[in-house]
């Protein structure tokens, strides 16, 4: 029996609605989740619990050798679990890029604080959509695509500070999980076209 065209429309919309509204991590039924398993003696939650200092040392550090992310995520900043909110800071030195790889929960929202940056994403219609940001700048990365920064500029370091809509936004590096797994050389040969030589050219350098 088919559903009148009315219901299935009905039907439709509300999985639609129920899609907008998990948009975010899951809600959670308190104001915040304090942390379990703290020994019997332990001071009560206190404005600690809520701040995170791993930053700090970026006002200080000199300028790092190679491309490095610091994150503020649930992982490092257990007071985020059910908040739905993260941050990544980015520094990049001249020359240097952050690999192409996509986050599997959240958009990203990217400000650049310092430096200029070719930024771009690939969709799912493998459409390329690409930018040079200057200082001061925002640029989003849709959710779930595959995207990447370069500093171009050889001279200068760029910084960037990037806000995620989710605690715990995942990142799955391209280059790591294709060529720094155990997934088998003639299976990636076949799937990029190449012969197996190739692949672990590609593998050997990536190895860690
Ligand atoms: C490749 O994987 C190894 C082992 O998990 C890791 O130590 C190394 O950092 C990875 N290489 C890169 C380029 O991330």
Request: hydrophobic share 45%.
């Amino acid at each position: 029996m088919a559903f009148p065209k009315k219901e299935l429309f009905l039907v439709a919309t509300s999985l639609v609605v129920i899609q907008i509204v998990m948009a975010g991590d899951p809600d959670i039924l308190t104001d915040f989740i304090a942390p379990t398993n703290t020994p019997p003696n332990s001071p009560p939650l206190d404005g600690n619990f809520f701040t995170f200092t791993g930053l700090r040392s970026l006002v200080s550090d000199p300028v790092p050798p190679a491309f490095k992310v610091v994150k503020a995520t649930m992982e490092q900043f257990p007071a985020l679990n059910g908040q739905s909110v993260s941050y990544a800071v980015l520094i990049y030195p001249g020359g240097s890029v952050n690999p192409v790889h996509t986050h599997p929960r959240s958009a990203e929202l990217l400000f650049l604080a310092q430096g200029s940056l070719t930024v771009g994403f690939v969709d799912t219609t493998n459409t390329l959509y690409t930018q040079t940001l200057e200082q001061g700048d925002l640029f989003v990365f849709p959710k779930g695509l595959v995207h990447f920064q370069y500093n171009a500029d050889v001279k200068s370091p760029a910084l960037a500070i990037s806000a995620f809509g989710s605690a715990s936004p995942g990142t799955v590096s391209l280059p790591n999980t294709l060529f720094n797994t155990t997934i088998d050389d003639s299976v990636l040969a076949l799937s990029f076209k190449t012969d197996v030589a190739t692949i672990q050219k590609l593998k050997a350098g990536l190895k860690g």
